[in-house]
């Protein structure tokens, strides 16, 4: 387990038996770009279907926090947050969408997603 891995803390799925769709978004993403050093702001868009565990939001919050000073490209820590998320939570679907704030004239909005197990029912 990584050191960001270690913030995130859990608690069982309530309701483990359904297929439910879970969404945490927090809009004020902050990291470095690692060229300029420059901030880097965004939103992150957390969406899974829960298998056995959840992921507790102050935690969350704190473990998205971790990255304020870390020099990391916009690919690089959507999938990280994808992977760490997916390594502690192993959820039936999970799915990243990182919506960047326009710098030099370019929107970047990054979307990484895994599906672990077969759904109840289709989700798009």
Do not use: W
């Amino acid at each position: 387990m990584n050191e960001k891995q270690k913030i995130l803390v859990t608690f069982p799925n309530p309701n483990p038996e359904r297929d439910y769709t879970i969404i945490h978004v927090a809009p004020e993403f902050t990291s470095v770009c690692p060229v300029t050093g420059q901030p880097d702001f965004g939103t992150i868009t957390f969406e899974y279907i829960a298998d056995k565990l959840c992921v507790e939001l102050k935690s969350y919050k704190l473990y998205l926090q971790s990255f304020r000073n870390d020099g990391i490209y916009f690919e690089a820590v959507t999938n990280k947050i994808l992977q760490d998320l997916d390594e502690i939570l192993k959820p039936r679907y999970i799915k990243i969408t990182a919506k960047f704030n326009t710098r030099g004239g370019i929107h970047s909005e990054i979307i990484a997603e895994n599906r672990r197990k077969k759904l109840k029912k289709k989700f798009v």
